[in-house]
């Protein structure tokens, strides 16, 4: 299937990609990713691995979209809660739906 990636056309199929990533460690997922087979690899590091240009040459998008109509599962790394609940009553405000209950010593 003919894919732009940095503005060059490349004719890529799902089992050049796997071949090419085959050897390949994953490096650390911080946002988006593309499946492999069983590893998850960062969009861009798929991306260099298969266009072989510098990452700072193509978009995450451009590589997702590629990988997605190639038949790859892509998804968004989930981003940690922001806050922790504070105090026993906090998972149980969260699990009602309200917001919890943050008291700090001194405060009646």
């Known amino acids: 299937m003919r894919c732009v990636i940095a503005r060059f056309p490349f004719d890529l199929t799902k089992s050049g990609v796997v071949e090419s990533m085959k050897g390949v460690t994953p490096e650390l997922v911080t946002g988006e990713f593309v499946i492999i087979g069983r590893r998850h690899y960062p969009a861009k590091q798929v991306g260099q691995v298969v266009t072989r240009q510098d990452r700072r040459d193509f ?19 989930p981003t940690a809660a922001s806050a922790p609940l504070a105090g026993p009553y906090g998972p149980a405000s969260a699990t009602l739906g309200a917001p919890p209950v943050r008291l700090t010593y001194g405060q009646v």
């Not at 995450?60 to 968004?76: D, H, K, S």
């Open 59 to 77: 978009s995450t998008g451009e590589v997702l979209r590629a990988m997605t109509q190639l038949g790859f599962t892509c998804r968004t790394r």
